[in-house]
């Protein structure tokens, strides 16, 4: 089974959680207005890069989870950017609690 990371930083406004090392997991986020989970967009069929590099004229996240000016619209789903090694997660508040459900490796 290969190695993932999850990083999650939360605040007082928001919750940012990166997962890299795979796209194979889905996300399930809790806090006070309710629950939400979090996939994968439906183009991430490539392996995941092993290159720390992305392009910044692609879909992705500035520091902290703060929305490019470059991207978002490709490569998207709500709350969700392609990174080089994975994903990561904008979720609009902070996090009472997260469950991270990887597939299952054939």
């Known amino acids: 089974m290969d190695e993932i990371d999850i990083d999650a930083r939360v605040t007082g406004e928001r ?8 796209r194979d997991v889905a996300v399930v986020v809790r806090s006070a207005g309710g629950e939400r989970i979090y996939l994968p967009p439906e183009s991430f069929d490539e392996p995941v890069s092993g290159s720390p590099y992305t392009s910044p004229y692609q879909g992705g ?3 902290d989870g703060e929305e490019s000016p470059y991207g978002g619209g490709t ?5 969700v950017v392609e990174t080089a090694e994975g994903f990561r997660i904008s979720h609009p508040e902070a996090a009472t609690e997260f469950d991270v459900y990887r597939g299952d490796e054939e």
């Open 15 to 22: 919750t940012v959680i990166d997962v890299t090392g795979t």
């Open 75 to 79: 490569g998207s789903t709500r709350g």
């Open 61 to 63: 996240s500035g520091i």
